[in-house]
């Protein structure tokens, strides 16, 4: 078990300390956003006319002491920290779930950051990556500076490598990283490149996971852990209406299933396609489930 405290209480944490956690879904589409650019599709064209907005999928989660965690890092995150009013000097910590570029291709914004380039560094940001995401990204991002060549730690972020099932701790709140098989069902089974997903634990008792790009096989293992830990809040992924075949992602009936199986207090659907239904479709097919419509800029306290 690793433990990390990477950031000391200061004079506005104190002031600002209360009991809960808060977490913010920065963004609830998939990889095309809704409406997708351009597209003509009935799920594009009720969104543009409903004023619907999916962007990228990303979460915020603020812990008790005020210090804030980033999950995933998409091309819109300075966007979208502006917008839903993140305090981004508050940010301590950045998970990653995998290597897509939805997910990671923001990422630049924290790799490019160091004294040369202008920035004032306080303290380093803890990466939290799995390690085949972090060869993957980092050859992308980095300006074409080899992976194996450039150095891991810089003054503006720490790498923490992160496996499947091995808890981590930011400032006491435990972290499990679960495995969704999502890039695994992508290479049709045989990828060894990990897709986490995050279980946080919250001391006060609501527990929140967060499970987007999952495939709707998820492995037994994130099953019954998931099982053993009471949910608070589950945000699952619901890419599309139906799919006949393991895409890597959850269909409607597999949502539906999941709600079923593992009995969260509260359910949201997140990471949503325009190969979905409409919104007024969608979320009355989950309504009588008790499974509710996320939107970019939910705020969820638990
Ligand atoms: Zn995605
Ligand atoms: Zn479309």
Known sequence: MQVYHPVCLTDYHLEHIYDGMKV?????????????????CPVCRDARKRGVNRQNSAASVKLPTGEIILIDMPPQIM???????????????????HKHGDHTLGLRYL?????KKGFTVEEPVNLFIPNSTYKAVSKKLLSG???DLFPEQTDYYRIKFIKAYEKFIISGIEII????????????????????????KNPGGNNFAYLLDASMNLPDKTMSLLKKEPIGCL????????TTMDSGHFDVDGVIKIKEELKPEKMFVSHISHKNMTFKELSE???KYFIEMSYDGLEIDL
């Open 24 to 40: 913010t879904l920065l963004g609830t589409g998939a990889d095309h956003c809704i409406p997708a650019f351009r597209c003509a």
């Open 79 to 97: 966007m979208m920290l502006r917008r839903y009013n993140i305090a981004d000097d508050r940010i301590s910590s950045v998970l990653v779930t």
């Open 111 to 115: 790799f490019h950051g160091s004294e």
């Open 145 to 147: 500076r080899n992976y």
């Open 177 to 200: 990283p679960l495995e969704t098989g999502h890039l695994k069902a992508k290479a049709g089974g045989n990828a060894e490149e990990e897709s986490f997903g995050f279980l946080i």
């Open 235 to 242: 945000v699952l992924d619901c890419t599309y209406s139906h």
């Open 285 to 287: 097919s989950l309504s």
